[in-house]
């Protein structure tokens, strides 16, 4: 995995985080089976060395990634900048071997951060995550985890925005229905 590019990682947390049935209310639960597990995994590109050759995770890789899920939820909450960077660093010590200097497919030197073999889906999903988390919170600052500004949403992100004013977990669908929930409000004051 790529050391210098958190934005990859912060979004697979945001992403993985806002998969839970009690932040997707209205549709329920997004990983509820281990093909919806391989559905996210493509998704984001994510070429995991632990998942099986035919790209299939397995039942006991969902349920670790459920965890995964409610440990990197933690560390969104995570009130101080201690406790953020003491549990990514646990997340990524699971699993990592440590960084490698390694060329990228454009033949330039990068550092990545090499997992152990026989790693699981959750545990290496976890080392992107940790890692991610780690950059953000050096590179922008603890303020970068928030909680979703809709007020009908317990959804959670990490900000790696330049500007840094991302307001909502899901801005296509969050953002969206505060829009049209504030357009319909505005249009009953006016009759």
Known sequence: MLLSDYTLGANVATDLVNTSA????????????????????????????????????????????????QE???????????ELADGANTLVRRAATGPALLRDADGRWQWHITTAPRSSVADELGVLVGAALLGVLRTLSHDRFRHCASPVCDGMFVDTSKAGRRRYCMPGLCGNRLNVANHRARQQGGR
């Open 22 to 69: 009690a932040v997707r209310i209205s549709t329920g639960e997004v990983l509820t089976d281990p093909a919806a597990l391989a559905q996210f995994l493509r998704e984001h590109d994510l070429h995991l060395d632990a998942t099986p050759p035919d790209g299939q995770p397995t039942e006991d890789d969902l349920v670790q990634v459920h965890t995964l899920r």
């Open 72 to 82: 990197t939820r933690a560390l969104l909450e995570a009130t101080t900048e201690d």
